[in-house]
């Protein structure tokens, strides 16, 4: 029966597969989420301290008192977040450009450039360069009187996020390696099971296509068999033609006292042994096959001279007249075989080959034990100088 269950990934495989990505996705979102509010979080921050700035300069700009607006400007670089606050009028030019090298240093006074490009009309307010986030927001004093610039470091919050998401990074590829590792290893099993499955479903189907061609006791062509082996031959004439085949009925002698003094068991293991002693004799390319009980058919090929067939034959009586021994006992049967050639009746079936063998067979069989007899064509008038060499039979 064939087996139609599809291999799966083994069930701990595929749940350890589940969970690793599971906990890849939750810390990920997690990350993300968390990430998203703390950068909201701060923006928020700057977007008040840019404000808070801006309407404590507006008053500054339209009286153009610089040295209030440096004042205001240093008190806001109080914050070591801050690498530097700018302010410009509506034009671009600077008016005070305040800048520090790192968060604990002194911010210093810079004089250049002395102009600068202003964002334009519907451009970003804010942008991020490396570690530092530039915001530009615009003073009003009822109308635009200028620009204020504020670029601030990446805080220490700024740098654990980075470190989590490195990590994070780090996890997703571990997970990858190892979610490839498990699902390689479930595709080669997997792989490894199909084959396996293929393999013995193949060995199961030859071992019964041979089951189905072969005598089960002694392990040589069944009559099933045997067709299936010449037909390829029969049926094509100029492969027909260069086979010159012979077939040979070959019938056991003594056989039946076998079985009915010592049993069918010893019975059994006589006809084993016989099959072995004809493979022993046969040639390569001619082939053995069992009818049942006590009858056997040997094909030889390229025998189509009668003279070589009767010798092989005799080769087959000779050869079973020999003692057998059976566990601790000595039989000695004999064979009687009816030949027929495949060049007398080119075009007979292997069904009236075998018929012409079977009778001519049993006919020599009533005339004398482990006799030989050559069977004439069905068109063809009897040789006496062959009937010489094998006892032809007329028909």
């Not at 801006?54 to 240093?74: F, I, K, T, W």
């Not at 806001?76 to 671009?92: F, H, K, P, R, W």
């Not at 200028?146 to 470190?163: E, F, H, I, K, N």
């Not at 001279?305 to 000779?318: C, F, P, W, Y």
């Amino acid at each position: 029966m064939t087996d139609r269950r599809q291999p799966n990934l083994p069930p701990v495989a595929l749940i350890a597969s589940l969970g690793i990505l599971g906990g890849v996705v939750v810390s990920g979102l997690s990350y993300q989420y968390s990430r998203n509010l703390i950068e909201q979080s701060q923006d928020r921050a700057r977007v008040a301290l840019a404000r808070g700035l801006v309407v404590a300069l507006s008053d500054d700009l339209v009286v153009h008192d610089y040295a209030g607006l440096e004042s205001r400007l240093l008190q806001a670089m109080a914050d070591e977040s801050l690498a530097s606050v700018l302010v410009t009028d509506t034009a671009g030019k600077v008016l005070v450009n305040l800048q520090r090298d790192r968060p604990q240093a002194e911010p210093a006074l810079l004089f250049e450039p002395t102009q600068i490009p202003t964002p334009g009309k519907g451009q970003a307010a804010g942008s991020r360069t490396g570690d530092l986030t530039t915001r530009w927001t615009v003073i009003e004093s009822g109308e635009p009187v200028g620009w204020l610039r504020l670029r601030t470091w990446s805080t220490q919050t700024d740098a654990v996020l980075d470190l989590l998401a490195r990590q994070y990074l780090l996890l997703g590829a571990l997970a990858a390696a190892l979610l490839g590792t498990i699902f390689g290893s479930g595709y080669r099993q997997i792989r490894r099971q199909a084959e396996q499955r293929e393999h013995r479903l193949q060995k199961e189907k030859a071992e019964l296509e041979r089951k189905a061609l072969t005598d089960h006791l002694t392990g040589v062509y069944n009559r099933r068999g045997l067709e299936l082996e010449l037909q390829r031959t029969l049926e094509n004439p100029e492969r027909r033609r260069q086979a010159q085949l012979a077939i040979c009925m070959i019938d056991l002698d003594d056989f039946k006292p076998v079985n009915d003094v010592y049993g069918h068991g010893i019975g059994d293991q006589l006809l084993q042994a016989v099959c072995r002693r004809l493979r022993g004799i046969l040639r390569d390319g001619d082939l053995l096959a069992r009818l049942g009980g006590d009858e056997f058919i040997v094909v030889f090929q390229h025998c189509g001279d009668a003279a070589l067939a009767l010798q092989l034959a005799r080769r087959i009586t000779t050869g079973l007249s020999t003692t057998f021994r059976i566990e601790d006992l000595q039989v000695r049967i004999g064979a009687s075989v009816g030949v027929a050639l495949d060049v007398d009746a080119p075009d007979d079936s292997l069904a009236a080959l075998l018929q012409r063998a079977d009778q001519v067979m049993y006919r020599a069989k009533e005339t004398a034990k482990g006799h030989v007899a050559l069977a004439p064509g069905p068109t063809t008038l009897e040789s006496p100088r062959v009937s010489d060499l094998a006892d032809r039979l007329p028909q």
